[in-house]
């Protein structure tokens, strides 16, 4: 079974400048998460999908950040402009739901530096 | 607002040893507890997940326990081993929505030979 896929897996950019990631979950789960996870901190959940409707993005700065779930599959999340404290890796998780049980699978990670 | 912290914030041992690790949560109205481990460059990798009316959980030679009255969970490695050098995360599920996990700074374990 493939697991959840993130591109790219290391972007360099200056600040001001614009960014985009790409997550294409494991097939079959309604569920997508966007973490960020800032060095020596543990992963902070951005916002949460279920299938193509937000459930929850109370944490995300939507001054600079947004992001979209198309069909409900593949989700892309964007920072515009960003800024010095935006580096971190950026995770993206998918779940689903059996017998009231839930478990998010992890992506490798996209590792941004805002220079 | 839930909060999460790990103690200690970094471990080192010989192998061969048994070791605890410490998760403490401020709102014990959970759905269930976590324990990840991630590899330096990896994602996170589900260790063990307790159900908030279980009491603990084992894998091998993962153990977790949890008490949800006190706010604490412990997870516990028999025989270390080097290969168990990573860094073990703990979170919790609940909140505004079912799968929402807020997880603790991380413990980063070594494992010397």
Known sequence: ?115 | KQEVTQIPAALSVPEGENLVLNCSFTDSAIYNLQWFRQDPGKGLTSLLLIQSSQREQTSGRLNASLDKSSGRSTLYIAASQPGDSATYLCAVGGGTSYGKLTFGQGTILTVHP
């Open chain 1, 1 to 115: 079974e493939a697991g959840v896929a993130q591109s790219p897996r290391y972007k360099i950019i200056e600040k001001r400048q614009s960014v985009a990631f790409w997550c294409n979950p494991i097939s079959g789960h309604a569920t997508l998460y966007w973490y960020q996870q800032i060095l020596g901190q543990g992963p902070k959940l951005l916002i949460q999908f279920q299938n193509n409707g937000v459930v929850d993005d109370s944490q995300l700065p939507k001054d600079r950040f947004s992001a979209e779930r198309l069909k409900g599959v593949d989700s892309t999340l964007k920072i515009q402009p960003a800024k010095l404290e935006d580096s971190a890796v950026y995770l993206c998780a998918s779940s689903f739901r059996n017998r009231g049980r839930e478990t998010q699978y992890f992506g490798p990670g996209t590792r941004l530096l805002v220079l």
